[in-house]
């Protein structure tokens, strides 16, 4: 009788989070502004993703990188298999440490260069290279849970649907909304901060691990995804730039990808709206295309 107490204490306690995980991704979803990066729920998304990675099978195209490459979503792509690994707030290092330690690979990594000087997230790491990441029995029910209600606020349209989605939403006309206030502070940000050290320390082992994947078949490219003029201009960028160029002068390295700038929009300067997040997938498939990929 007490063990059956207990059990169903547990029982409780989870549905009670998982309650409380629901509650806060709807309050989100409803009342979160557009103009803010996935910031609260992070580390819940990542989990997500990345769960759902090591239990699928491994797709054709990966996509790792901040959250500016984590605004390109995967239903924004033709091809069936492609995976979003791009972490808000984190570093691609983190998806390729992952990424590198499966046993399974995929044929191509697009690697976005725009932001790296974050650390690599060592827990993630651990948790998903190799395996399918270990829970605990405790957890295992909630990640479930909240893994299933991702899975249902973003149930895949049909493909005709989509695409038909997509084309209306650009035949419209870019957004006017007037984000000079945060570009302007973006811009001052970026200016003031000087990403040499820990640019250069990622760069290095992003090298090492595209040497890695490419010895073990798979093709690793590296993408920059727009910024707004001014940002492009700033210290932070322009250091990035020289930095990971200086690493890889190889063009054929580089995917390089050609939307129509005038059309893209940020509603902070930094991360793509929804419109200009498909001109610039739209563009990553035509660059493929016409690389024969």
């Keep these: 009788m007490q063990q059956a107490s207990r059990f169903s204490w547990l029982i409780k306690c989870a549905a009670v989070a998982v309650a409380m ?46 959250s500016v490459m984590w605004r390109l979503k995967e239903e924004y792509f033709s091809r069936p298999q492609v995976r979003n690994l791009a972490l808000a707030g984190g570093s691609p290092v983190t998806s390729l440490r992952i990424l590198a330690e499966r046993r399974s690979l995929p044929k191509l990594v697009l690697i976005e260069t725009n932001v790296l000087t974050r650390v690599p997230d060592t827990a993630l790491i651990e948790k998903f290279s ?8 405790f957890l295992r ?7 299933a209600y991702e ?34 502070r973006a811009v001052e940000q970026m200016n003031d901060e000087d990403p040499t050290g ?38 932070f960028v322009r250091t990035t730039g020289e930095i990971v160029h200086a690493a890889f002068p190889d ?6 990808i050609n939307p129509r700038l005038s059309e893209l929009r940020w509603a902070d300067g930094v991360h793509l709206d929804e419109r200009s997040a498909l001109l610039v997938v739209r563009a990553i498939e035509s660059a493929l295309a016409e690389q024969g990929r």
Excluded: M
């Design 21 to 66: 995980l629901l509650a806060c991704g709807l309050a989100t979803a409803r009342f979160g502004s557009a103009l803010q990066q996935p910031a609260v729920t992070t580390r819940d998304g990542s989990l997500v993703t990345l769960n759902r990675y090591a239990r699928e099978p491994t797709p054709d195209i990966v996509l790792v990188g901040s």
């Design 130 to 137: 190799g395996g399918v990441g270990a829970e605990t029995l």
């Design 141 to 147: 029910p909630i990640r479930a849970a909240t893994a």
């Design 151 to 184: 899975t249902w606020n973003h149930a895949s349209l049909d493909p005709a649907q989509a695409r038909a989605q997509q084309d209306r939403l650009l035949s419209q006309p870019p957004d006017t909304f007037d984000n000079k206030v945060y570009l302007d």
């Design 198 to 235: 820990p640019t250069r320390t990622n760069v290095a082992l992003i090298k090492a691990l595209i040497d890695d994947l490419q010895r073990r078949g798979t093709l690793a490219l590296l993408i920059h995804i727009p910024f707004a003029p001014e940002i492009e201009d700033s210290r």
């Design 251 to 256: 063009r054929a390295r580089w995917l390089p």
